[in-house]
């Protein structure tokens, strides 16, 4: 069983929604982002999403455009990242996510892009510019190499579209939680459990949750409703708060996860409130 899969059926025989955990890779430089991986997978990330530094990430916000500008400043491009999923690979078998666009794929050819990644040890490509009526060969490499390949459906995708985005998908479904870019909000959509139902209708596969991510009510109310919670600007903060004193990451990384986990509590498969 490759380790998406195993990932989620461990988290759901424990009664819990996975936690997914988003990083830019070679934020603020290299040997600060591996520490920072280190320290999201010791403090309870199931899935680390590693964000492909790119010059111009249109579905980013403030906080995760410049971890990428910080990142490209350092030196960092696609072997680099490559060489810190081999690097994370040394100490951890928790499942790598790229966060990509597809100029970077399109760049270097689907076949390679996905052979090489698979190769260092990536598990799965969000490439988030792709929808999958032109993605038939880029879906068609990674599947040649037993790469999975993640989705994404947004509040304004057309129903229609549903069963079509989760043929594509192989890995997991990512639902946007609401409009716009990534970033941290203070209160999340209130019919999070009715658009996933209407997901998980066109696919068996799971159904994480993103974009605005914050605070533990926030993960806790996503886990009351989906397979998995997705993280990203909170945790990257972390770094941009740290940057005179890169020592001081790993630490802030792992009060912000303990608070956002509540001691494993927010992921529990709970009922919310308001449901019956």
Same mark, same amino acid.
């Given at each position: ?22 990083? *830019? ?70 499942? %790598? ?44 490499? *990674? ?5 999975? +390949?993640?989705? %994404? ?12 985005? *989760? ?19 203070? @209160? ?8 996933? @139902? ?8 799971p159904v994480v949750v993103g974009f605005g991510v ?23 903060? *972390? ?5 005179? +004193? ?28 308001d449901q019956p």
């Open positions: 069983m490759d380790r998406i899969s195993a990932t989620f059926k461990k988290t759901a025989a424990e009664g819990r929604a996975a936690f997914v955990a988003y990083l *830019c890779a070679g934020d603020p430089d290299f040997e600060t982002s591996l520490a920072a991986c280190r320290a999201v997978i010791d403090a309870g990330a199931d899935i680390l999403e590693l964000g492909v530094p790119y010059s111009d990430p249109l579905a980013d916000g403030m906080t995760n455009q410049l971890a990428a500008q910080r990142a490209l400043e350092s030196g960092a491009s696609y072997q680099k990242t490559l060489d810190l999923v081999r690097a994370i690979r040394e100490f951890s078998e928790v499942p %790598i996510v790229f966060y990509t666009y597809y100029n970077l794929v399109f760049s270097r050819g689907s076949e390679a892009y996905a052979a090489d990644a698979f190769a260092a040890g990536v598990d799965g490509l969000l490439t988030l510019d792709l929808p999958p009526e032109e993605a038939g060969e880029h879906l068609a490499a *990674c599947q040649a190499v037993g790469m999975k +390949t993640v989705c %994404i459906v947004a509040p304004t995708t057309d129903p229609k579209r549903l069963p079509l985005i *989760c043929e594509a998908a192989t890995g997991f479904i990512y639902y946007v939680s609401r409009e716009g870019v990534t970033g941290e909000q203070s @209160s999340m959509a209130g019919d999070l459990s009715e658009r996933v @139902s209407s997901i998980k209708a066109h696919t068996k596969l914050s605070k533990p009510e926030h993960v806790r109310a996503i886990a009351a409703a989906a397979d998995g919670v997705v993280v990203g600007s909170a945790i990257v903060n *972390c770094i941009a708060q740290n940057l005179k +004193t890169f020592r001081a990451v790993p630490a802030a990384l792992a009060q912000k996860m303990e608070a956002l986990l509540a001691g494993g509590d927010s992921l529990k498969k709970t009922p919310r409130i």
